[in-house]
DNA sequence: TGAAATGTTGGGGCG
DNA sequence: ACGCCCCAACATTTC
């Protein structure tokens, strides 16, 4: 009788999971295992609203085994470690995963697989995750591409969506020690999760049942409406995208099958996160470092620690920016307009470094995602490859004005700001006496003023030796 | 997946 | 009717 283990890690779901079928096709019994093995990730470990989503799907994932007569074997400690003795326990010849393609993870598992066959023990890897493996598409001159656009292109061209492969009805399992998913100590300690709870439904089913709502009522007017904080009009498919409930091949194949105006416009959206992909994988220093070296020698601001934590807890008293912060706060994500706009205000506005702003969405995200969060940090930042241009500085006004013109978005999420009208409540300074009743804070920082100093910032480097 | 400064145009008020 | 000016609307340039 033979016997694999199945090592889950950012593919935490039963349909369409390569690994899972291989396993069961070649294999009488296989074993679900998951390592949680945060160091192997650093710097770059969970962060707190992760670790809660975690919690929540591997605890879904344990459920959508039982009921096919298995059970999620969860293990703290050393990946190889863990993952030998298991195979030694089980008598497992060989050992299914499916790919995470960071630079800590691809490393470790490949001393993992390296050090598994020195034992005898097989190992099979799958791409569960992208649309195209990141090595795949290269330019004519076979380098990596720096461009979304020809990227995008590229693989567009060849995308060809295929059915997803099925759910095993059944799973035959073989029962070994296994700690429980309390034990892993996720779950943060003062339990500021309430709002998670509310809104998220981390698993497969969730996953699931938040693409039917997408296709159902969001993905005709998504190309227009996907720029509004105020309404759903995004998939928030990020964080089951993330950690592998759904598989963005399925989200491919059902999309294909939709007759819809927004389909093509979010099948690219999918693009950009396989771009970001394509850096990181190609780019792994890009996580700490600047893509473009030329902003090296930018002049970012000395640090400003109470002005880092004013715009953490959304007490700049820019109401957009602000909202956005406290929607992250409250609910572990945020519009993606919103991301863009409050990454500008402390990069620009604030001129502090993009590491600041991305170490605080890791730590506060529940999609925070490696090669995503770099990705969208440095294009902001104007750091990265194709990159917005460092002198493209948002102003928070007027895009509050454009995109919330209603100020709906900003009265929710900023009650204080709740009894100024549409005309104002963008740039509530301009009444000082309602904006003294209210209670909300005057900006940290003059806008006009602070963009003049950041485009100066730019000269500096242009001079230098031509920053573009 | 900008914003602001500057330039151009054309309608309309007015002497 | 005409020239002049104002200014909104739009276009171009610059960062």
């Known amino acids: ?40 990730e650093a710097p770059w470990s969970p962060g707190a609203a992760s670790r809660w989503w975690l919690h929540r799907s591997l605890a879904a994932l344990d459920r959508d085994l039982r009921s096919r007569g298995s059970a999620l074997h969860v293990h703290e400690g050393d990946s190889l470690a863990t993952l030998r003795c298991l195979a030694a326990a089980t008598d497992a010849r060989a050992v299914y995963w ?139 498919l990020s964080p089951h995208l993330h950690f592998g409930e759904i598989s963005p091949m399925r989200i491919a194949w059902e999309l294909e099958r939709a007759r819809s105006d927004g389909k093509e416009r979010f099948l690219r959206e999918l693009g ?38 004013r715009w953490q807890q959304g007490r700049t008293g820019i109401p957009i920016v602000d909202a956005g912060m406290r929607e992250l706060w409250a609910t572990g994500w945020m519009h993606n307009r919103v991301r863009m706009l409050v990454a500008s205000f402390l990069t620009k506005n604030l001129r502090h470094h993009w590491l600041h702003g991305a170490r605080w969405f890791w730590d506060t995200l529940v999609d925070a995602d490696l090669a995503n969060n770099t990705q969208g940090w440095q294009w902001t930042a104007g750091t990265g490859v194709d990159a917005a241009p460092y002198f493209r500085i948002f102003n ?35 009444d000082p006496a309602a904006l003294r009743r209210s209670g909300y804070p005057t900006p940290l920082i003059d806008l006009a003023a602070s963009r003049t100093a950041a485009l100066e910032g730019y000269q500096s480097l242009r001079h230098a030796n031509g920053a573009s």
Not at 165 to 190: C, D, F, N, Q, Y
Not at 397 to 423: H, I, K
Request: include cysteine; aromatic fraction near 10%.
């Open 1 to 40: 009788m033979t016997v694999a283990l199945v090592w889950f890690r950012r593919d935490l779901r039963l349909a369409d999971n390569p690994a899972l079928s291989a396993a069961l096709a070649s294999h009488e019994r296989v074993v679900p295992v998951y390592v949680h093995a945060p160091r192997e």
């Open 98 to 236: 499916n790919r995470v393609y960071e630079p800590a993870p691809l490393a470790r598992d490949l001393r993992v697989e390296q050090a598994l066959r020195a034992v005898g023990v097989h190992t099979r890897s799958f791409n569960a995750a992208l649309l195209c493996e990141p090595w795949e598409i290269t330019t004519a001159s076979n380098a990596p591409y720096r461009v979304f656009t020809p990227y995008w292109r590229n693989l567009r061209a060849r995308l060809q969506p295929r059915p997803p492969l099925p759910a095993p009805k059944h799973l035959p399992t073989s029962a070994v020690a296994t700690s429980t998913i309390e034990a892993l100590g996720l779950l943060p300690r003062i339990r500021w999760d309430a709002g998670l709870d509310a809104l998220w439904r981390p698993g497969e089913a969730g996953a699931e049942a938040a693409l039917q709502r997408f296709l159902d009522e969001a993905i005709g007017d998504y190309g227009a409406a996907r720029d509004l904080p105020s309404i759903s009009g995004t998939s928030r």
């Open 272 to 309: 950009w996160r396989e771009f970001s992909h394509h850096l990181l994988f190609h780019f792994p220093d890009s996580t700490d470092h600047n893509l473009n070296p030329a902003f090296d020698r930018y002049p970012w601001a000395r640090i400003a620690p109470r002005r880092l934590r």
């Open 396 to 430: 928070p006004v007027t895009q509050g004005e454009r995109f919330d013109a209603d100020g709906n978005y900003v009265r929710r999420w900023v009650p204080e700001l709740a009894a100024f009208d549409a005309r104002s409540i963008h740039r509530p300074w301009t």
